[in-house]
């Protein structure tokens, strides 16, 4: 009954119970802070030009758009103690003239202290957005998209801001960026 | 060293030693039935992985455990994590979707072709794919819901260590045979 073994097995099952039982209510806390805290306001996603070009070699195949943005958005109030980090990406989404839906991640930022959660952003995509059936009488529409990644606990996704309406792609020009 | 152990053995009997085996094997099946259970519920080959790469982090370090879900019904959006499987690859890939494109669908699961990439990684996974230019849904295992930091590391060192495996096995088996509660 209280022999060492007995001791060890009884110290650590408590233990791991209570681990396992303050990760839980750490989880479960980021849930119920989520539901006080204040909405995001203000995200704003404004596409300035978008151009449509052959690839080169290679990638002939394929119609590429280049598109030039400006991103604001305050995320600090997706930060609380159990956040990790904030995965952010410009998501453009549109359907082809093949009746495709597409979505294509053309930006993103990881973002890991409060401090940084004050995006502005002025520039282009940093991945390739490509088509091969291309882009004629395509609209995008672009969205800001976070996801907030725990210490502990479940993955949270949400949207903070997008653009007003879709943005046309112009017609294919030259074989130049 | 083990002379005790061996009179208890002796004194306790054959039945009691069967009892034990029982105990043992019941707690193995039950374990067995939780996973595959789990595996039914969430429609998932595996719904609990362990991060064995760095290629997520600083979200994902190696020892991470994550919790999948895999509904039929429900579409893949670009920033979901997934885990995913190469036929002939033997190590499934944590990874984020970056594209993805939906043609219309016939059948009740959805005609999704995706695209992903590591967090940690300059390019996309096109190079993962063995030929393929994207993942379709039957590659995939699951979408990362939850999170567990470092729990799994254990199953990593016992990879990378096997003796520390048959040690752990052995010793839990001796426990089991022996103990006398």
Same mark, same amino acid.
């Given at each position: 009954?209280?022999?060492?073994?007995?001791?060890?097995?009884?110290?650590?099952?408590?233990?791991?119970?209570?681990?396992?039982?303050?990760?839980?209510?750490?989880?479960?806390?980021?849930?119920?802070?989520?539901?006080?805290?204040?909405?995001?306001?203000?995200?704003?996603?404004?596409?300035?030009?978008?151009?449509?070009?052959?690839?080169?070699?290679?990638?002939?195949?394929?119609?590429?758009?280049?598109?030039?943005?400006?991103?604001?958005?305050?995320?600090?109030?997706?930060?609380?103690?159990?956040?990790?980090?904030?995965?952010?990406?410009?998501?453009?989404?549109?359907?082809?003239?093949?009746?495709?839906?597409?979505?294509?991640?053309?930006?993103?930022?990881?973002?890991?202290?409060?401090?940084?959660?004050?995006?502005?952003?002025?520039?282009?995509?940093?991945?390739?957005?490509?088509?091969?059936?291309?882009?004629?009488?395509?609209?995008?529409?672009?969205?800001?998209?976070?996801?907030?990644?725990?210490?502990?606990?479940?993955?949270?996704?949400?949207?903070?801001?997008?653009?007003?309406?879709?943005?046309?792609?112009?017609?294919?020009?030259?074989?130049?960026? | 060293?083990?002379?005790?152990?061996?009179?208890?053995?002796?004194?306790?009997?054959?039945?009691?030693?069967?009892?034990?085996?029982?105990?043992?094997?019941?707690?193995?099946?039950?374990?067995?039935?939780?996973?595959?259970?789990?595996?039914?519920?969430?429609?998932?080959?595996?719904?609990?992985?362990?991060?064995?790469?760095?290629?997520?982090?600083?979200?994902?370090?190696?020892?991470?455990?994550?919790?999948?879900?895999?509904?039929?019904?429900?579409?893949?959006?670009?920033?979901?994590?997934?885990?995913?499987?190469?036929?002939?690859?033997?190590?499934?890939?944590?990874? +984020?979707? #970056?594209?993805?494109?939906?043609? *219309?669908?016939?059948?009740?699961?959805?005609?999704?072709? &995706?695209?992903?990439? $590591?967090?940690?990684?300059?390019?996309?996974?096109?190079?993962?794919? +063995?030929? #393929?230019?994207?993942?379709?849904? *039957?590659?995939?295992?699951?979408?990362?819901?939850?999170? &567990?930091?470092?729990? $799994?590391?254990?199953?990593?060192?016992?990879?990378?260590?096997?003796?520390?495996?048959?040690?752990?096995?052995?010793?839990?088996?001796?426990?089991?045979?022996?103990?006398?509660?």
């Amino acid at each position: 009954m209280h022999s060492v073994y007995a001791r060890v097995n009884n110290i650590s099952a408590l233990l791991s119970s209570c681990v396992m039982g303050l990760l839980a209510a750490i989880a479960l806390s980021s849930v119920v802070l989520s539901l006080f805290e204040a909405p995001l306001e203000g995200g704003q996603v404004l596409v300035k030009g978008v151009k449509v070009t052959h690839g080169r070699g290679r990638q002939y195949q394929y119609e590429h758009a280049t598109v030039a943005f400006e991103i604001d958005a305050d995320l600090t109030p997706l930060f609380n103690w159990n956040t990790k980090q904030l995965f952010l990406y410009l998501d453009a989404e549109y359907t082809n003239s093949k009746g495709v839906k597409n979505a294509v991640v053309i930006w993103d930022r990881i973002v890991r202290r409060r401090e940084d959660a004050q995006i502005h952003v002025e520039g282009r995509q940093k991945y390739a957005f490509r088509d091969k059936t291309g882009f004629r009488d395509a609209a995008a529409t672009y969205t800001l998209r976070y996801n907030v990644m725990p210490h502990v606990g479940a993955l949270v996704y949400g949207a903070a801001g997008r653009t007003n309406g879709s943005v046309a792609f112009p017609a294919l020009n030259s074989h130049n960026v | 060293m083990f002379t005790e152990e061996l009179k208890a053995f002796r004194r306790l009997g054959f039945r009691h030693v069967l009892l034990q085996a029982l105990n043992f094997a019941s707690v193995i099946a039950s374990g067995l039935m939780i996973w595959k259970g789990l595996g039914l519920v969430t429609n998932s080959e595996s719904p609990i992985v362990v991060v064995l790469s760095g290629s997520m982090e600083p979200a994902f370090y190696r020892g991470d455990l994550l919790f999948l879900t895999n509904p039929i019904h429900e579409r893949y959006h670009t920033g979901d994590i997934t885990v995913y499987k190469i036929p002939g690859a033997d190590i499934p890939i944590v990874h +984020r979707v #970056l594209e993805t494109h939906d043609a *219309k669908s016939r059948g009740p699961t959805h005609n999704q072709r &995706l695209l992903t990439k $590591g967090d940690n990684n300059d390019v996309n996974d096109i190079e993962l794919y +063995r030929g #393929l230019d994207y993942l379709e849904r *039957k590659h995939i295992v699951g979408k990362v819901r939850g999170f &567990l930091p470092y729990i $799994g590391y254990v199953t990593i060192a016992m990879n990378d260590f096997p003796q520390l495996k048959y040690a752990l096995l052995g010793g839990l088996g001796l426990l089991a045979l022996i103990q006398r509660e």
